[in-house]
């Protein structure tokens, strides 16, 4: 199965751009299922997800998140989703503290005992059900999105009733994750996405509201609509008169919101956008330099070798050659 996230689009071209699926779509995100087990009392799972954002949903009893980033263990009871919206070593466990015995491999269970734990009975005392994904940056990404997601975000189980049908999907998900009939890898896989992606669109909408950053952005209206021009066709020669037309602004308004917001010119923006999309196509295609160049709106290979290059400290033909050597490996941490 194809384990790379799919936000597979069926809006009209009428409608306006939908800028989280372009991202989500851009960075390239691969899908795992990382674990879904009853961790017993007493017992921990390391996860050493440096190159990845990823979720843990507790179905049942209590847990907590150790991590470097974390000023005392994040704790979660039934019902909660703790996403980790950039990469960091943590382990999750079913007590609030820690020894350092209990640095262990993911999917490993550590007991008290040197002996291998016994799955715990669904009514063992301090126990816990954890179902835990993981989506990986085959590339890391340039877009500013990803630098300012929190290190931490967590959805609690009773306010999921406000966010729709989410409440339902952590159900469906938990009967699937312990019947395990027909399909239901397909329906686990396909419930995380949904659970993350609302989880992702929760810290836009809550992002919004601070004084700056891209969710800050794009919570302006006017700004919005210049932004999805450019995702829309990042190969066009866009200029900022263009965009401003768009925008239904000043090219002076538009730039010092830009500005305000993101620390850059609208320009800057459409440069990350299109390298950002060009890091996807030398991953994912055969396409030659020259075609890649087009389609990101450059009009030669050499153009936009040099721009590549001076971005990301790498030529187009080197990145490839350095993900060609890694794409033999099914799933990459660190």
Request: with cysteine; aromatic share 8%; charged share 20%.
């Amino acid at each position: 199965m194809d384990n790379r996230l799919l936000f597979m689009s069926t809006r009209p071209a009428v409608r306006t751009m939908d800028l989280l699926t372009d991202l989500l779509q851009q960075a390239g995100l691969r899908r795992r299922l990382l674990d879904s087990r009853r961790l017993a009392a007493g017992s921990a799972l390391q996860f050493p997800c440096e190159r990845s954002l990823g979720l843990h949903v507790v179905t049942q009893g209590q847990a907590w998140v150790h991590a470097p980033s974390l000023d005392e263990p994040l704790a979660l009871a039934a019902g909660d989703i703790a996403v980790m919206a950039r990469g960091c070593h943590h382990v999750l466990a079913t007590q609030p503290a820690l020894r350092a015995r209990q640095a262990i491999p993911m999917a490993t269970v550590w007991a008290p005992s040197d002996d291998e734990a016994a799955p715990a009975t669904s009514d063992e005392p301090g126990s816990s059900q954890v179902i835990s994904g993981a989506y990986q940056f085959w590339n890391e990404p340039l877009h500013p999105f990803f630098r300012e997601l929190p290190a931490w975000f967590v959805l609690r189980g009773d306010s999921l009733p406000r966010l729709g049908p989410l409440a339902l999907t952590v159900s469906l998900l938990d009967e699937e994750a312990k019947q395990r009939r027909l399909g239901a890898d397909t329906i686990v896989h396909g419930l995380l996405d949904v659970i993350f992606t609302y989880a992702l669109r929760e810290i836009v909408a809550r992002s919004g509201t601070n004084a700056g950053g891209w969710s800050h952005a794009v919570a302006d209206a006017a700004v919005r609509r210049a932004v999805a021009a450019m995702h829309e066709d990042c190969a066009h020669p866009w200029t900022l008169e263009e965009l401003a037309a768009r925008a239904g602004l000043s090219r002076s308004v538009l730039a010092e919101r830009f500005r305000s917001a993101m620390g850059d010119t609208p320009l800057a923006y459409l440069r990350t956008v299109r390298l950002q999309k060009a890091m996807r196509l030398l991953s994912e295609t055969s396409h030659h330099l020259e075609q890649v160049a087009r389609e990101v709106g450059y009009q030669d290979a050499f153009g936009f070798s040099k721009v590549f290059k001076r971005t990301l400290g790498l030529s187009p033909r080197e990145f490839r050659q350095r993900d060609a050597g890694e794409q033999a490996q099914p799933w990459r941490f660190g």
